[in-house]
C-alpha cells in the first residue's frame, strides 16, 4: 500500500504549505501619498546627467567658475538629478530659509484662522515691520514671515502653535530628522544669528522640495505681493523679497535669506516647459548677487536639461 492511501485528502498541499509560504513573494506594500513626497523630495541622482551630457559643453558653464556663492546644490526635480553642486554638504548657517521650516509646521499644524497678538516675549524691535501689539489672523502672518521675512512674525507663529518658542524649535528639528535633514539643526524659528544653528545647501534643498510639494505651502513662496489686514482695520503691502519672482521666466518660489553670519541665501525653484529646478544658494556675495548667480545657474540647469531630453 502507499503511504498516500493512508493519509487524509489534501495531505500533499497540507506538507507542502510551509514550502510554499516561505517561497511565495510578499505582496508588494503601496507606499502612502507622504511617503512618495518624502521619498522624492530626498531622491537625488548623481550620476545619471554625467553619464548623459558633457557638462562642460553646455552653454553657461564658465560663468559658475566666477561665482560667489560659498555652496549651491542644482538639481532637476522630477528625477532628482543633480546637474551642479559646490560644497553642498558643508554646515553653514541657513538664515532665513529655516522660515521654510516654520511656514510648514505652521501650514500642517495651525488654525489660519486663528487670532495672534505681537506680545513683548516674541518682539525683537528691530528687522521687523509687526510692531507690538499687532493683532493678526495666523494665515495673514505666516503671508508677513514668508514674503516679508519678518522675524517677529516668525516668533509669535512659533509661540502660537507650539505653545513656545523653544517647543517649536523642537518640533522643527523632529521634523528636519523626519525628512532626512541629517546636517540640520534649528536654534530658532526665524535664522536670526544663532552659533548652534546649522544646516547644508542640500539638506535646505530637501527641505524646499518637499515644503513645495504642499499646495498651501507653493502659493504662499509663489505670491509676489499681497495686501496684509490686520485685526485692528490696518493693511500693510506685502512685497515679496524674492525678486525673481516675476522677473525670472517660470519662477515660482521660494524664500530669501540674509545674516552678516550667513551672507545673502536663497532658495529658488523655476518651472519651464515641463521642467522644474531647485536651487539652494548659500552665503553669494550681496544682495544682489544672490539673485543674479541664481538665475546664471538656473539658466544653465535648463540648458542642461534640454540636452538631456534630446538624448
Known sequence: MNIGDKMPKGWLFILLLPFLVNCSSPAPVEKSVEELRVEASRHIDTTAVRAVVNLDSIEGRTLLDGLSAEAWILVDDSLGLLISEKNANQRMFPASLTKMMTCLLALEQGNMGDSIEITEDVFLSKDSRTRLGDR?????????MMLQSDNDAANAIAKHVGGDIPAFCQQMNEKAAYLGMDSTYFANPNGMPNDSTYSTARDLLVLARYCMRDSAFAEIAGTSFIDIPLLDGRHLPCHNTN???????GCIGVKTG???QA?????????RQGVTLFLVLLNSRSHSTRFTESAILLDYGFRVMERMNRK
Not at 136 to 144: A, D, I, P, S, W
Not at 243 to 249: I, P, R, S, V
Not at 263 to 271: I, P
Open 136 to 144: 493678526y489672523l495666523l494665515g495673514n502672518l505666516v503671508l508677513e
Open 243 to 249: 525678486l525673481l519672482l516675476g522677473d525670472y521666466e
Open 258 to 260: 540674509y545674516t552678516r
Open 263 to 271: 551672507g545673502d541665501c536663497l532658495a529658488s525653484a523655476a518651472t
